[in-house]
């Protein structure tokens, strides 16, 4: 079984357990092909932001373009119920104008069961899988 898949199926048998007694298995979801789980780093990400502090609702509450910009580099954080945090990093980001915009999950305005997020306040997340293997986020910024 591909290593994606792998992983994936792994992560959805933790997420249909509601009593999360499996969440050892999140430690090796970072392991390369030859098992290596040790930490990485990147060039790219290796300073830690000065402001550590969690992100008020007011930043969220901004132009799309502008907040993708600003939500780069920003690290999500998830307190599991046993204490434990997940934690990663926002490295890729894209801009989606709403109603006017093609490409957007909200294209013409038409709310969904699957896209309601994102005519919701600003900052509300948005996940969905793309493609059977990928998870993507996203959050819903200033305007309708």
Known sequence: MPRKRKLLAQLSALQSNSSFPHLDALENLNATPDGDSSPKSSKYFAKEKKNSSQL???????????LAKSFLGQVLVRKLPDGRELWGRIVETEAYLGGEDEASHSKGGKQTQRNAAMFMKPGTLYVYQIYGIYFCVNVSSQGK
């Open 56 to 66: 008020e609702a007011d930043f969220f509450d901004q132009p799309c373009v502008s």
